[in-house]
């Protein structure tokens, strides 16, 4: 490997000097290295000499106050694993009026305990269909009716000084055919059509297609589309205003480093890599999560390490959970690529549990993953902006007695009320006639039946099983996001369709504008917003107590005693922690053998404070929907 490139003469003092420098020694290998990986060892160093002075103009121009926040969070670099963290996500307008108007809720934010603001794409998009703001046109600005990038940088400050930090999404799969590059490859300039994947003819476009799935087959069927300034068939993965970029092109690289950097000295402490796994195109496969999309990742992660050790990367990856885990660095990419990786797998069998009322399913799919890197972080959540996709795995269903196929067919029956006794509310998004799979879209409250709910009774078992749904997804480990609206319980937004651009897509259904008025009566608990957001803020704060939830240690699931009961452990230096969760409406029992041999006969419930409920029989009565968060105190 060669030594790293001189750096420019920038006139920095000594001591940024020596940092940047120490910085550089650091990281060049895993930048040279993914660099060779992708392009061959000659044009490593030439790619590589150019990011790097990229990086080093970028580090003289940072602010001084993210200085000081690189230096911080190198001395904790487990920050975004504390116990403590929270994160909450949503679209800027439907959370606020813009960026400015934000600052102005960060204390709703604070009471929820959320130290982690994902905030929608809000880089400028095409006009008309954008897919959700994911069809940029410029990185460099702000959508106009959100604000400006000065207001982003403000915003990014106020957060700041709460301790919390704001999270943005950065597309790298595809930009909008407006954006200039595509604009200039249209204008007939070679080096910007070298930007995208074009092709002459059908031929190799057809090849593709062979192994390549279908994204939104209802509306955007196949991978190709004709345009006719460039003569050319051009990639568009997902609509046909999303270009896919060529990451074989070093220049795109280069590109996407320059916005990496802009974006980081605005303050944006995490990156989301939009549809990563679709980086890479390799005739005869489906063209996700190729081993150079980690690479890439690798040398976008170096270069940051250089300049803004403060930010991180998070992998928006939706992939089979046995490829789930590349994201967060296996083999020779281990530690070195992103620092947090969307938990779907948790999410569905969430979902699962509470319709199917049985546990074994989740045991099995849980329990088969391989852990994470102890360095790396999940993203727990129990809904986000995107459909629910019914991943079950066919090896696990028939692990225990089910079939892929048939589950995921009950699980989109059960959600949109179509499977007798089902109080769900959500709606059909996406149906694959090939493969019979649906997916779903829906609120939290709409989908755990508080939509439906026509009595008192009804609607208390709806506010329990999704405190006991929340309860999992906090006591996980990693990061737990709420999507905005679910804190309050809010329904499916029934004017969804009215909207421009929206009557095309029903995901816009459980996007809704938060309710200011209804986020009022949070403090009342005998209102649903009351019980549903105390409840979250209590189970923040049990959170934000135990140590045994630092995103390090490893959750295992434990044996299954009772179909409707889940165990999930975690063995931390302190002592064991046991997430014990009845996901039916009945009561069930834990037995006591099971209790003690774990060692936990006198655990106490971190959320309530309470004593196990042991019955008579010398067992363990859970009542229905029972979250319990036990740890055994010290002697």
Excluded at 31 to 58: K, M, P, W
Excluded at 63 to 92: I, K, N, S
Excluded at 437 to 452: I, K, M, N, Q, Y
Excluded at 551 to 566: K, R, W, Y
Aim: with cysteine.
């Amino acid at each position: 490997m060669p030594p790293p490139p001189p750096l420019p003469d920038l006139g920095l003092g000594a001591e940024r000097a020596e940092m940047l420098h120490a910085r550089l020694d650091r990281w060049w290998p895993d930048l040279h290295a993914g660099l060779t990986e992708l392009y061959g060892a000659d044009r490593a160093l030439q790619t590589g000499t150019e990011v790097v002075t990229h990086a080093a103009r970028a580090f003289a121009r940072r602010p001084d106050r993210l200085h000081r926040r690189d230096l911080e969070r190198m001395l904790r670099p487990d920050w975004l694993q504390d116990p403590a963290m929270v994160g909450y996500a949503a679209y800027t307008e439907r959370f606020a009026d813009d960026l400015q108007d934000v600052s102005t809720h960060l204390s709703y934010l604070e009471e929820l305990g959320v130290r982690y603001l994902h905030l929608m794409p809000l880089l400028e998009t095409r006009e008309g269909d954008n897919d959700g703001g994911y069809a940029v046109v410029d990185y460099r600005r702000v959508r106009p009716d959100l604000g400006t990038m000065d207001d982003l940088a403000a915003l990014a400050d106020d957060l700041h000084d709460r301790d919390m930090s704001l999270v943005l999404d950065l597309v790298l799969n595809h930009v909008a055919r407006e954006h200039d590059w595509a604009v200039r490859a249209r204008g007939g300039m070679l080096r910007y059509r070298s930007y995208f994947h074009v092709f002459a003819d059908r031929r190799l476009p057809d090849a593709y297609e062979r192994t390549l799935p279908e994204v939104f087959p209802d509306f955007a069927p196949g991978n190709f589309t004709w345009d006719e300034n460039l003569r050319g068939w051009v990639w568009t993965t997902f609509n046909e205003w999303q270009w896919d970029v060529n990451w074989g092109n070093p220049d795109v690289l280069a590109e996407y480093v320059q916005i990496i950097l802009e974006l980081a000295n605005r303050g944006v402490d995490v990156l989301r890599l939009d549809a990563i796994a679709f980086m890479w195109k390799r005739l005869g496969t489906d063209c996700q999560g190729q081993p150079e999309v980690h690479a890439i990742t690798q040398v976008l992660r170096a270069v940051t390490r250089i300049t803004c050790p403060a930010v991180a990367f998070k992998a928006e990856a939706i992939v089979a959970p046995s490829k789930l885990l590349a994201y967060l660095g296996q083999g020779p990419h281990t530690g070195k690529v992103s620092d947090l990786a969307y938990h779907n797998s948790l999410m569905v069998q969430v979902w699962s549990m509470l319709a199917s009322r049985d546990v074994r399913l989740a045991a099995q799919a849980l329990g088969s993953l391989p852990p994470e890197p102890p360095t790396a972080t999940w993203l727990t959540y129990l809904r986000c902006h995107d459909d629910i996709g019914w991943a079950v795995m066919d090896d696990d269903a028939e692990a225990v007695g089910s079939t892929g196929p048939g589950h995921r067919h009950f699980l989109a029956d059960w959600y949109v009320g179509d499977f007798w006794g089902s109080p769900a509310r959500g709606l059909t998004f996406q149906f694959n006639p090939d493969t019979g799979d649906r997916r779903t879209s829906g609120t939290a409250a709409s989908l755990v039946g508080l939509e439906a709910a026509e009595t008192p009774e009804e609607t208390e078992e709806a506010l329990a099983a999704l405190r006991l749904a929340h309860a999992v997804v906090y006591g996980w480990g990693g990061i737990p996001v709420i999507w905005s609206g679910d804190e309050l319980g809010q329904p499916n937004d029934p004017d969804w369709a009215s909207e421009p651009g929206h009557a095309d897509d029903n995901r816009w259904a459980h996007r809704p504008r938060l309710d200011w008025q209804r986020a009022e009566a949070r403090h009342d608990t005998s209102t649903v917003p009351g019980r549903v957001f105390s409840d979250l803020v209590e189970l923040g704060r049990a959170r934000a107590s135990l140590p045994h939830l630092h995103a390090s240690v490893p959750t295992t699931v434990g044996p299954v005693d009772d179909t409707g009961v889940l165990v999930t452990l975690r063995d931390h230096p302190l002592g064991r922690f046991a997430g014990v969760y009845n996901v039916t409406p009945q009561t069930r029992v834990w037995p006591g053998w099971r209790v003690h041999s774990l060692g936990l006969a006198d655990a106490v419930d971190a959320i309530t404070g309470r004593t196990l409920p042991w019955g008579d029989d010398g067992d363990v009565h859970l009542p229905p929907y029972a979250a319990l968060w036990l740890t055994v105190p010290p002697r």
